[in-house]
């Protein structure tokens, strides 16, 4: 029997991507492909790129010049790119590294096997088409293997929202949401192969709007038929915008026992000058409004969002109403983010501000957000949580799980496995975790 190829796959930016390395992982397992740690031992090494500031991109470029050794060393090597920098870049990046064989975007995994076998055949490949297909369904036969207790499942892909600065709706496409039985039916399947908890994925997650028995169905609709499921005992969707908060999610929210109480909702600034630039076609007073209801359905809920400071035209008065809404929001987590510039998208023509000033106004921001974070993780403090059990910790005789609002908790001298869900009572607040005994 001959050797199994080896694949490395290193993944960039958000969750999706974690997602679709999975999946590619699975398709080209169909080829005799394992997956490796090491690019050292690779016969294909996949980078799942991000395109969604200007570092993430470069950092792309500079990953594939380091590979240019063992290229040479082994000239069977493969290289190939995917994610959505090859959606963006297409054919140019073969013309700027060339030792680049295969250029993939993230519509067309399911046809990996036939690009791989043509590299096999010393020719390069290229896909960055949008097909009609669901890649998804074509990629469906996952390996039985059992599995962590935490799973990612997209349920939508693309975006037709059109925030002035983002590369989205290029890179990923029109918004596209996955019929319900084949979500349904997958989450089954990672189910039964000891998945506890799922997170549910789309670019605009609450846009979701795919195929059910009884014509479209809502991001709450399939979240009340995977509360059905039995095993499954969490569910988590991200990312969401705030136009698609539907009365029947804020709903769920409040009364669906296995929907847990975390929800990341991007606000991007304060300023509604700013919003409106930015095309984002919320204020920040409907967005406040929004989380009052929210919070009224669920009190504990633990808000999350993403910021981006520096945005062209940004004056100190319109980040001032950034931090004045994070003080009345008070995010247990937030991303937030320099503008960076994406050639094609509006916001690139207009005019920028100072670069100084928006890693001022960062440092400013990410300040108060830290502040938060921590006084809410420190009245974490005396309290009961429930904790999913991921993985052992650094220390002997440690485990380490999530609490319901994904809070990092450390127990140790427990008898726990992986996917036991116990309750814990937290005992102390670290920079990143906590730590607590179960009860
Ligand atoms: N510059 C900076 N941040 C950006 N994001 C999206 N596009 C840009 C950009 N051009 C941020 C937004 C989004 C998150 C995923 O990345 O905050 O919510
Ligand atoms: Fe990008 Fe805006 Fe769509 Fe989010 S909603 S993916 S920020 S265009």
Redesign the pocket.
């Known amino acids: 029997m001959s050797e199994p190829k080896k694949l490395y796959i290193k993944t960039y930016g958000c969750q999706m991507n974690v997602y679709d390395s999975e999946r590619m992982s699975e398709a080209l397992g169909g080829q005799g492909y394992v997956e490796t740690q090491s690019p050292e031992d690779a016969d294909m090494i996949l980078l799942n790129t991000c395109h969604?500031?200007e570092k993430a991109a470069e950092k792309v470029y500079s990953e594939l010049g380091r590979f240019k050794g063992l290229k040479a060393e082994k000239p069977d090597l493969k290289i190939g790119v995917a994610g959505c920098v090859a959606q963006a870049e297409g054919e140019e990046i073969m013309r700027r590294q060339p030792l680049v064989d295969l250029v993939v975007g993230p519509q067309s995994y399911h046809r990996l096997p036939e690009l791989e076998a043509k590299t096999r055949a010393g020719e390069k490949a290229l896909d960055t088409d949008f097909p009609e297909e669901d890649k998804f369904e074509k990629l469906k036969n996952r390996p039985k293997a059992k599995r962590g207790p935490t799973a990612f499942l997209t349920v939508q892909e693309g975006c037709d929202k059109f925030c002035a600065?983002?590369v989205v709706p290029y890179t990923r496409g029109a918004e596209v949401s996955r019929p319900a039985d084949r979500i349904l039916h997958e989450a089954q399947d990672l189910v039964e192969r000891g998945v506890r908890e799922i997170t549910l994925l789309g670019q605009n997650v609450n846009a979701y709007h795919g195929a059910g028995p009884d014509g479209d169905m809502t991001l709450a609709g399939l979240i009340w038929e995977l509360n059905k499921i039995d095993g499954l005992e969490r569910i988590r969707f991200t990312t969401s915008h705030p136009n698609d908060m539907t009365d029947d999610l804020i709903e769920a929210h409040g009364t669906c026992e296995k929907l847990m109480p975390y929800l990341h909702l991007?606000v991007?600034s304060g300023s509604d000058k700013i919003l409106k630039r930015m095309n984002r076609s919320h204020t920040a007073e409907s967005y406040l409004r929004l989380i009052e209801r929210i919070r009224e359905a669920r009190p504990d809920i633990l808000m999350s969002g993403?910021?981006?400071v520096g945005f062209p035209e940004e004056t100190e008065e319109d980040f001032q109403a950034t931090l004045d809404l994070v003080e009345q929001v008070r995010y247990g987590y937030a991303y937030s983010?320099?503008?960076?510039t994406?050639p094609g998208t509006p916001a690139a023509e207009r005019p920028q501000v100072d670069p100084q000033e928006a890693d001022d106004r960062l440092q400013r921001l990410q300040a108060l957000i830290t502040r938060h974070q921590r006084e809410i993780q420190d009245a974490m403090v005396g309290r009961t949580v429930r904790v999913l059990f991921e993985k052992p910790g650094r220390l002997a005789g440690q485990m380490v799980g999530k609490s319901e609002y994904l809070h990092a908790v450390h127990v140790s001298g427990a008898d726990l496995s992986a996917g036991d869900l116990r309750n814990v009572r937290i005992t102390a607040s670290g920079a990143n975790s906590l730590a607590g005994e179960v009860l």
Request: aromatic share 28%; net charge positive; charged share 30%.
């Open positions: 969604i500031r600065f983002c991007p991007q993403d910021f981006i983010f320099k503008y960076s994406r």
